[in-house]
């Protein structure tokens, strides 16, 4: 454990920071208190929902309606969870309660680096490191949140844009060093071409569906070239 | 609204956050442990569930590039879209390091950003 958290001072965990450095600055604007602010950073840990339950409380949006809002925003969650578990899991010995735990550090930086970085470890290790390296992170993030939160007035221009910038790059080349077979390269391009076109056409699920159609036409199509069509 | 006495009150968006956020959110994660938990690791299925993650997080990606939100939404998209390219491309070059790749594509970013400014000033 103690080893993945020394993996989290790493590219990933200034990329957060700097993504919820830029999010303190929203929420300071939208008149939340530092004790709002914090409490989803470190409950919710999911950008996009944080994003979207921030415009509901600023709007005094009911709580179902918020909370269907949010879970929407958030059941990509789902299918990243599920690929991370028989990682993460020794057979026979890795308790559920464990896996439920670490299931909180699961968002889309900390997944891309665990699915880049487990594999080469031994299994035992892998779950230990997994916590020790979102438990570090998290903490680190929540700290810097707070931080920027009340000190940080506004960015200039081009450092906020150049910090929004970080992100995609990032996910950009570490994804495809994630990769460890050729399905999941085609499924990273089906995924890049889909996603604006689904954005445009279906806005609120659309990352559902670049999911869901991009990955299996990817599967399919590589699945033909593996085995032929039968 | 049912909930509009409520909304003045100090302990109202902390319920929010726990019910509308972290229940909301959390629940997708822990019914990724359970469903996840009878995938085995050399399967078919989990293959499937692989391709739908990452399409899923590359769609993430392209709308960030493509539709970024605040500031940076003013730039040029060529511009965002080349940055993005010459950081891959640099990436890809210097054995896969993701640091390269990210650097590089800042770097493109800010002197595309400062020569555009630039022009525009001199118009």
Known sequence: MARGARAAVSIPAFILTAAFVGYAGLARETGLTLAETLAMTGLIWALPSIVVLTGALSSGMGLIPAGIAVALASVRLMPMTMALMPIVKVPGKTRTWQLLIASHFVAVTAWVFAMKNLPDMTREGRLPFFIGFGGAVTAFVFCMTGLAYLLVERLPDMVAGALVLLTPVYFLCSLWGAARVNADKVAMAAGLALGPVFFVYLPGLDLLWTGLVGGTLAYLGTRILRRGLF | ?123
Not at chain 2, 91 to 96: D, E, G, H
């Open chain 2, 1 to 123: 609204m049912t909930d509009a006495g409520l909304g003045d009150t100090w302990w109202w968006p902390f319920v929010m956050i726990l019910v509308a956020g972290w229940l909301a959110t959390d629940v997708w994660r822990w019914l990724g442990v359970f469903a996840g938990g009878r995938l085995r690791e050399d399967g078919e299925l989990l293959i499937w569930v692989r391709c739908v993650a990452t399409a899923l997080v590359a769609g993430v990606i392209s709308k960030l590039i493509l539709f970024p939100q605040g500031i940076l939404a003013e730039t040029p998209l060529a511009l965002r879209l080349a940055a993005a390219g010459v950081g891959f491309s640099a990436f890809l070059l210097f054995k896969q390091r993701v640091i390269v790749g990210v650097l590089a594509a800042e770097a493109f970013l800010l002197a595309g950003w400062l020569g555009l400014t630039a022009l525009q000033g001199g118009l």
